[in-house]
């Protein structure tokens, strides 16, 4: 490369990566990126929970927590849980039954609410059919308790928690302005037929189109002529003064 | 968008904290408010994408350098009003964080439809071909500079960047960014120079 040329190619260059502009749209997906609330800035703990007494009490609260949780995992007996209905042809509005094994019958007793049909979720809860669908608990099939009134102790599933985060940001995602998607990046295939794309010049038009095709020729039979000079039409006195061309074979 | 490194963060935590005077006490906190963060995302970020564009050499790429640029503006957002220059402090960070995306990425980057993309829509296929590949041989030779050269030099070809912003960028004075422009421009003159030489016969 010359210098110059050289000079050329890095001022093209590099004025082509400065006027880069980014996809259309963009700014605007930019911005519900920006206003959608998990963008935003996570809330900064209380500084009053950082100053050191404050830290010890809680490492301390903690710990207490931890030792209490530790020392009734270790009392507690084991429960065994199965699911049962008082009646067959019972709702899902009844109550759930969980009759506890022979190592948890003496634990006091709990009862907890019935989950509302409307709470229930895929990962737990009550069916239609009246089974359970929590993958927790391992159920037995239901069957008819004749005794089911002295089942004494009952401890109903609680039911899970009907939203979480990643619902929200699910809803968020849902109700999101729609915008235009950026363009996809081509594939190699697709960047091939980019690079053989006709661009609609005058040749590829006359190409599709048979009428413009002599009127085409014609133009760039004229444009190629236009480099030279016109034929002249010789005299029959020139045409006689010219003399015959020289031939090359030999005379017998 | 992934969560960035950890070496990343501080790294960017440093620019930040360079770049933002210290907050007085008596700050007010509605002081954050006047901020106005759409303002700003249509004020900065054509000039942030060609940033980041410049060495991503990807657009998709550039433009999720963009949005990871101002989501940690939006979590510096108490600080804004204390920035003395807001421009050179967002190119900074995104330069930090394009810096970050280039090294995860496959060295060889320029493909031929960004090196079309750099190159006149409506010239002639021949002439297409020809500048394609000097634009190429132009960014590989851009490649093997040093740091601060290729720096100096991308931000230089921002028209809207005076040298003062690129030494308020680069923490240098304005008289080394000029001398590193020079040895820049210098430097990859002359590699293209013996790295493609002329064939003989050819006229110029």
């Keep these: ?252 | 968008m992934g969560s960035l490194p950890s070496v990343l963060v501080e790294g960017s935590r440093n620019v930040l904290e360079e770049l933002i005077l210290p907050l007085p006490r008596s700050t007010p906190a509605s002081a954050a408010a006047e901020v106005d963060l759409p303002a700003l995302v249509d004020t900065y970020a054509t000039t942030l994408f060609r940033v980041a564009h410049s060495l991503l050499r990807n657009r998709a790429e550039a433009e999720d350098a963009v949005q990871d640029t101002f989501l940690r503006v939006l979590q510096h957002q108490r600080n804004l009003p204390a920035v003395r220059e807001l421009r050179p402090w967002l190119i900074r960070i995104t330069w930090n964080l394009a810096l970050d995306r280039r090294r995860r990425k496959i060295p060889d980057q320029a493909d031929d439809l960004f090196l079309h993309s750099l190159v006149a829509p409506n010239a002639p296929a021949d002439q297409v071909l020809e500048d394609a590949q000097g634009s190429r041989l132009v960014l590989a030779a851009m490649d093997r500079l040093p740091k601060a050269e290729r720096q100096a030099l991308l931000l230089s070809a921002l028209d809207e960047l005076p040298i003062s912003e690129i030494a308020q960028i680069m923490q240098k004075s304005e008289s080394a960014v000029r001398a590193l422009l020079f040895r820049a421009r210098t430097r990859l003159r002359e590699r293209l120079q013996t790295d493609n030489p002329r064939p003989k016969g050819v006229k110029s």
């Design chain 1, 1 to 252: 490369m010359t210098p110059q040329e050289t000079e050329l190619v890095l001022d093209r260059t590099l004025r082509a990566l400065g006027h880069a502009n980014p996809s259309t749209g963009f700014t605007g997906r930019l911005q519900a990126r920006l206003a959608q609330p998990a963008a935003a800035p996570p809330t900064r703990p209380n500084r009053v929970f950082f100053r050191p007494l404050h830290q010890v009490f809680a490492f301390s609260v903690v710990a207490l927590l931890c030792t209490v949780a530790i020392l009734r995992s270790h009392t507690r007996p084991a429960i065994h849980v199965t699911v049962l209905h008082s009646r067959l042809g019972a709702g899902p509005n009844s109550p759930t039954r969980v009759e506890p094994t022979l190592a948890a019958k003496h634990s006091p007793a709990r009862r907890v609410r019935t989950p509302e049909p409307g709470n229930l979720s895929l990962g737990g809860g009550i069916g239609p059919t009246g089974l359970s669908n929590s993958p927790t608990i391992a159920p037995r099939l239901p069957l008819p308790s004749l005794d089911a009134a002295k089942v004494p102790d009952a401890i109903l599933v609680p039911p899970p928690e009907p939203t979480s985060a990643i619902d929200a940001q699910a809803v968020a995602d849902l109700h999101a302005p729609s915008l235009p998607a950026p363009p996809r990046p081509l594939t190699s295939q697709e960047r091939l037929v980019a690079l053989m794309l006709r661009q609609g010049e005058k040749h590829d038009l006359a190409e599709l189109d048979p009428s413009q095709t002599s009127a085409f020729l014609a133009t760039e039979q004229a444009a190629f002529q236009q480099f030279f000079e016109p034929a002249k039409t010789l005299t029959p006195q020139e045409n006689a003064s010219e003399p015959p061309p020289p031939s090359t074979s030999p005379q017998p």
